[in-house]
């Protein structure tokens, strides 16, 4: 198993290979909004991934088309609906103000 740490609150979890990063941050009970069940069509879950960039899925053309219609992105910017966690190397998160818990 690999950590998640989640930011600010500073929440550390562990998940496993393969797991939703939605998932992984609800599981270790942080709040996240997600309005569209998974699909990459609100973007509410957005987030900045800060560290463990490459222990992460690579980004699908849904994912990169939704980040550009939202406000606020940067080079560290996904959906955590569309993030498969690797399990490879630890990563931190971090949640953005209204949209997180």
Request: net charge neutral.
């Amino acid at each position: 198993m690999t950590t998640l740490t989640i930011l600010p609150s500073g929440t550390t979890t562990e998940f496993t290979a393969g797991t939703s990063l939605l998932q992984a941050i609800l599981d270790a009970g942080v709040k996240l909004v997600s309005k569209c069940g998974g699909e990459a069509k609100c973007g509410a879950c957005h987030l900045f991934v800060t560290e463990g960039r490459k222990g992460i899925s690579k980004m699908t053309p849904a994912e990169n088309a939704r980040l550009d219609s939202l406000i606020g992105i940067g080079s560290k910017s996904r959906l955590a609906c569309q993030v498969t966690l690797l399990g490879t190397e630890a990563v931190t998160v971090e949640l953005l103000g209204a949209l997180s818990g």
